[in-house]
């Protein structure tokens, strides 16, 4: 059958064939490329994460002794000398822990999970498409 455009509806078909090929591979090639990038950050952010905690533990394992026994010094004679010393190196710790965690968390939540480009650009060809086929109509 020849359409009015003179093509068949076979070179039709087929063209249309090649050109939704072409679509989902450009998609595809797409999505994993902004997939690789998102893990490239999920890569460093994790370990950073991992670090932090790691620091964390061997700072107060290392230095709490020495800074305990300097912070009891300011309170020398009171029988909780000791007991607010390791209250407050506690209280330093924590900080620097709940610092370099929050860093980790925040390059973690920047480049998130879904992702945004190809979500996007499938959606303006969703409404391409859309178009496309109510003005073939």
């Keep these: ?64 002794a020495f800074f305990v026994a300097l912070v009891a010094m300011a309170f020398a004679g009171s029988p909780w000398a000791y007991t607010l010393s390791f209250g407050i190196v506690f209280v330093l710790y924590a900080l620097i822990a709940g610092a370099m965690a929050a860093y980790g968390y925040s390059a973690m939540k920047s480049a998130g999970v879904a992702p945004e480009r190809t979500l996007k650009v499938l959606k303006e060809d969703g409404v391409w498409l859309q178009t496309e086929a109510r003005t073939q109509v």
């Design 1 to 64: 059958m020849i359409n009015n455009n003179g093509r068949s509806t076979a070179e039709v078909l087929r063209e249309f064939k090649e050109e939704i090929k072409e679509f989902a591979t450009t998609r595809f090639l797409m999505l994993r490329s902004e997939l690789s990038e998102k893990l490239d950050t999920w890569k460093v952010a994790i370990p950073m994460l991992l670090i932090a905690a790691f620091v964390g533990v061997v700072a107060f394992l290392l230095l709490t």
